[in-house]
């Protein structure tokens, strides 16, 4: 348990379904963060918040829309997304600054889009 | 192109032994390198990690070594134990990215008894 939730863990959408992914921390952490880990490709940065303001898009196609309503929670809402997208989402969390390499992460949700 | 690599998809090693993980990256600019650890079902979690101007860092049965003239980091463990199966991934950064980690594509290490 490293004080990172994630919800769903197992997601299966159509190309046309409307869902969003939660991630919930537990750490007292500022900074939040979404990648993604495709099949036999190392984990890639899709966003990063700092006290709940975005401080990186890493040229995410707009399908995926970030939210981060407070530094505990940071949502991922997903939209017309493509095959290409099934993938494991994977949360961190950590403090800001210096301290913000050592990233703690939660679980996942596997996504599986049909 | 990936800036971090890591060559190995693979590495089994006998219980006991020395385990031996590496990793190679391209970015002069990487001024901070990091080892993750992840069983199946579970998200990364931190190991060890190593500041580019240290050659050398150990944690228990964790060492890290770091050679910046050949960019190149490696993951020591040693005694290796049947728990220290896992995808072990390397991670970088720096460059005025702080938090913002490259990570290489994982190795999976099987610890047999």
């Known amino acids: 348990e490293t004080g990172v939730t994630q919800t769903p863990r197992h997601l299966v959408m159509g190309m046309t379904n409307k869902k969003s992914l939660k991630c919930e921390q537990h750490?007292?952490?500022?900074?939040m963060y979404w990648y993604k880990q495709s099949a036999k490709k190392p984990l890639e940065l899709m966003f990063v918040?700092?006290?709940?303001?975005?401080?990186e898009n890493n040229s995410v196609p707009s399908r995926f829309s970030p939210e981060c309503p407070n530094s505990s929670h940071l949502f991922l809402h997903l939209h017309t997304l493509q095959p290409e997208d099934s993938a494991l989402y994977l949360c961190?969390?950590?403090?800001?600054?210096?301290?913000?390499?050592?990233?703690?992460f939660g679980p996942g949700t596997r996504l599986t889009v049909t | 192109d990936q800036q971090v690599k890591q060559n190995s998809p693979s590495l089994s090693v006998q219980e006991g032994r020395i385990s031996i993980l590496n990793c190679d990256y391209t970015n002069s600019m990487f001024d901070y390198f990091l080892w993750y650890k992840k069983y199946p079902a579970e998200g990364p979690t931190f190991l060890i990690s190593?500041?580019?101007?240290?050659d050398k860092n150990e944690d228990g049965r964790f060492t890290v070594f770091l050679n910046k003239s050949a960019k190149h980091l490696s993951l020591h463990i040693v005694p290796s134990q049947p728990g220290d199966s896992a995808v072990y991934f390397c991670a970088a950064s720096g460059g005025g990215s702080q938090g913002n980690l490259i990570f290489g594509k994982g190795t999976k290490l099987s610890v047999k008894p």
């Open positions: 918040y700092n006290f709940k303001e975005q401080t």
């Open positions: 750490l007292g952490h500022n900074a």
């Open positions: 961190a969390s950590s403090r800001p600054g210096l301290s913000s390499y050592e990233q703690y």
């Open positions: 190593i500041s580019s101007i240290k």
